[in-house]
């Protein structure tokens, strides 16, 4: 065969490999268009919400002047700077306790600002009309993140015994998975110290009805025998209520609360005519406004 007709047997060939090599590249860019949002969104830091949201476009006209703040803040209904609160009782239970009727409560109520509050809390038992245990807190909060704020102030223990004052300094805040968290360190007169752990989910079960499991957890450094209790790990106390949200401010309930005591609590507890393992059915009402 001539070198002509080899040329010419060979033609076909490298049009075929120049064609096929422009449509590799052009697959190539294609599939990189195609996957770039895809592997954007998944190196992206932002939230769903911040990329749903898209900012108004900027005003086309200035104003001949400054609008003073508070102008700016009734002409828009919208305060940044102002304050509010709320007082949340989230827990008025009745508790049939050995035979005898308990009530027991927890408590909270806060003021201020976004990034600013004054927190009060409170919770205890009462039982044959008398408070057998209860504290309250006064906390300054202050958001140090999305989702979690820093707690400091002061701790009262008051009930059957001597008082107890503790300083306290604590977080508190909203875990992966929605779960409510609270964990607070005390130090006390005498050199005591103390530390509270406590968790609770709300598990929608309808759109009223709302299973919420809890825990809370105590440990104490020292022992108190005028208190009950024993150092280290104190108490472990693990509930279940079920309740029906009329309203999302008004909610009966109805669950189980078991309560280990552990150590020397539990040596006090017996002494005291006490069980240190306890399974309480209770009934109740949470509310807030």
């Not at 070198?3 to 040329?7: G, H, P």
């Not at 009745?94 to 306790?97: E, G, K, N």
């Given at each position: 065969m001539s070198?002509?007709?080899?040329?010419r047997a060979r033609a076909p060939t490298r049009a075929h490999t120049f064609l096929a090599g422009r449509a590799l590249r052009a697959g190539a860019?294609?599939?990189l268009v195609c996957c770039a949002p895809a592997f954007a969104q998944n190196n992206d830091p932002t939230t769903q919400s911040e990329r749903e949201h898209v900012p108004p476009d900027p005003p086309q006209q200035e104003l001949p002047h400054p609008m003073p703040y508070r102008q700016m803040v009734q002409m828009m209904e919208m305060d940044d700077r102002d304050r509010f609160g709320k007082v949340m009782l989230d827990r008025l239970d009745?508790?049939?306790?050995d035979g005898a009727s308990a009530f027991e409560w927890d408590a909270?109520?806060?003021y201020g600002g976004d990034y600013d509050k004054l927190w009060l809390k409170t919770e205890g038992e009462r039982r044959n009309r008398s408070t057998e245990d209860a504290r309250a807190e006064l906390l300054w909060d202050r958001i140090f993140s999305r989702w979690w704020s820093v707690q400091a102030g002061i701790r009262q223990d008051f009930g059957e015994g001597p008082s107890r004052t503790w300083a306290a300094l604590g977080i508190q805040g909203l875990a992966p998975y929605f779960f409510d968290v609270e964990a607070t360190a005390y130090a006390g007169e005498g050199g005591r110290t103390a530390a509270r752990i406590s968790s609770e989910y709300d598990l929608l079960l309808t759109q009223r009805l709302v299973l919420q499991p809890e825990?809370?957890?105590?440990?104490?450094?020292k022992d108190d025998p005028g208190r009950r209790i024993g150092s280290g790990l104190s108490d472990l106390q693990i509930g279940l209520r079920l309740r029906y949200e009329f309203r999302r401010?008004?909610?009966p309930?109805?669950?189980?609360?078991?309560?280990?005591?552990?150590?020397k609590s539990a040596d006090f507890a017996r002494a005291a005519g006490e069980d240190a393992n306890d399974l309480q059915a209770l009934a109740g009402l949470r509310l807030w406004f």
């Open positions: 070198t002509r007709a080899l040329m860019v294609l599939a009745w508790r049939d306790a909270a109520a806060w825990a809370e957890l105590n440990l104490y450094g401010e008004l909610a309930y109805i669950g189980l609360a078991w309560t280990r005591r552990f150590g």
